[in-house]
């Protein structure tokens, strides 16, 4: 608007219009732009692990040896790089609280042992490594070994005739 508040009328020169234009769609190099680098640092975390594999379901039998009603199984501690890894368990029907078989609304404790030491249930333990292979899988002898153990006097206390069960579970950490 000039000072009397009417509209002006702006011409561009053309010359001028066709110039910007250009300027403003050149390609880098054509201004006189070297380029831009960038650059980016990559990194791989790999934890220290360890897994369990070949565990079996156990069933426990009267041991007479043992005076108990008993069951084992050997089974594969892998890690990768650490020697010293945790353990520890849960029972479903006990959870962190007690190791529990349960048929109904019947329950027998059992004790369970981790290469011959106590496992408190909802606790971990310490371990070092047995020696293992290198595998992920170890074969039918194992490296470690888990003991299921319940008690005569408690087995009497309940009603027989029936399959008592609970599913336990193992978790192993690299520590």
């Known amino acids: 608007m000039d000072e009397e ?4 009328e ?4 053309p010359m001028w219009a066709v110039m910007t234009a250009a300027t403003l769609c050149a390609p ?4 006189g732009d070297t380029g831009n680098t960038a650059s980016s640092r ?3 975390h790999i934890p220290e692990t360890a897994r369990i594999s070949g565990l079996d379901n ?13 069951g084992s199984d050997r089974l594969c501690v892998y890690q990768r790089k650490t020697h010293r890894y945790r353990v520890s368990a849960t029972s479903a029907n006990g959870g962190r609280k007690a190791f529990l078989l349960r048929r109904g609304n019947s329950v027998v404790p059992y004790a369970v042992a981790w ?3 106590p496992l408190p249930a909802g606790g971990s333990m310490a371990m070092e490594r047995l020696p293992a ?11 470690a070994m888990i003991e299921v153990m319940a008690n005569p006097d408690d087995v009497k206390q309940v009603p027989a005739g029936g399959l008592y069960t609970d599913v336990l579970m193992l978790r ?3 520590r």
């Open 133 to 143: 292979p290198s595998a992920q899988g170890c074969g039918d002898t194992g490296n």
């Open 10 to 13: 702006t011409r561009l020169n």
């Open 115 to 117: 290469n011959g030491a």
């Open 172 to 174: 192993i950490q690299a």
């Open 58 to 70: 156990i069933d426990l039998h009267w041991k007479a040896g043992r005076n108990r009603y008993y």
């Open 28 to 31: 880098a190099h054509v201004l």
């Open 5 to 8: 508040g009417k509209m002006m």
């Open 42 to 44: 990559i990194t791989l």
